[in-house]
């Protein structure tokens, strides 16, 4: 009896404190699962904020897509007129193409022509060249000719001179004659000039031939005077001043013009 009563106090025992164990269990576990429920709803409530700021992205981004599936029409509209205004485009590229593949055989056909034509300018060129040439030596042989022309026009006019003698102071001693020799290229006349002579006896000549025609002629001057006398062609004309006075010694300035 005594033995029981034992047992039960035991058992009672152990009973409560495995009660108080289950109590403090559920107790800690109680506030362990309200902390945990308190986090589960703080995220829940994050994660409702985020779905709605999601929801209102989405509400945007769905409006600025309809938007884009209006300029997606619009654009495809466009698209459409710039593929009609493309292939007509090529349509008239396709004429033009073909009108420049005519224009190119034209252009070459021109320019076999205009190939043809330089060689024709080059040849006429060269002859022009040669003809210039020629005419340059035709100008310079009349120029030539004209000169000989006036020449001999002045020659047949006797409007040409050459100076033989230009002021020569002669001084002789009486009786004496001085004389120069010269070649007369042409036919003319002698002109001989007594500028000054210190006697009035002075007298000048003009001796020639030519042509088998002998030519002797004097002319007396004095103390001044001039005397003319013709010529022909020769190599040699002698033409003298003297002094005729018997005993004295004179003194003459004379010059000597041909004229032919």
Not at 45 to 55: G, M, N, W
Request: one cysteine or more.
């Amino acid at each position: 009896m005594s033995e029981r009563r034992v047992v039960s106090r035991s058992v009672a025992i152990a009973l409560g404190v495995l009660c108080a164990v289950l109590a403090a269990g559920l107790a800690w576990t109680s506030m362990s699962y309200t902390s945990s429920l308190r986090e589960k709803e703080a995220v829940i409530d994050s994660l409702r904020a985020e779905i709605a700021s999601k929801d209102s992205r989405i509400g945007e981004l769905e409006s600025e897509a309809e938007s884009l599936r209006g300029k997606i029409a619009e654009l495809s509209a466009e698209v459409e007129k710039l593929r009609s205004q493309i292939n007509e485009k090529d349509r008239i590229i396709a004429s033009l193409s073909l009108r420049i593949g005519e224009l190119e055989s034209e252009i070459e056909g021109l320019r076999n022509q205009v190939k043809e034509r330089e060689n024709i300018i080059a040849s006429l060129s060269s002859r022009i060249k040669e003809l210039e040439s020629e005419i340059g030596s035709l100008r310079s042989y009349i120029d030539r000719l004209e000169r000989e022309v006036r020449e001999l026009r002045s020659i047949v006019n006797l409007e040409k001179k050459e100076v033989w003698v230009d002021y020569y102071v002669v001084s002789q001693p009486a009786g004496y004659c001085s004389y120069w020799v010269f070649s007369a290229r042409y036919a003319g006349y002698i002109r001989v000039y007594v500028h000054s002579s210190t006697s009035t006896t002075t007298y000048v000549y003009a001796e020639w031939s030519a042509y088998g025609a002998y030519y002797y002629s004097e002319v007396r001057v004095g103390a001044s005077g001039t005397a003319t006398f013709p010529v022909l062609p020769t190599l040699r004309v002698k033409v003298g001043v003297c002094n005729r006075e018997l005993f004295a010694g004179v003194t003459h300035v004379v010059s000597i013009v041909y004229h032919y």
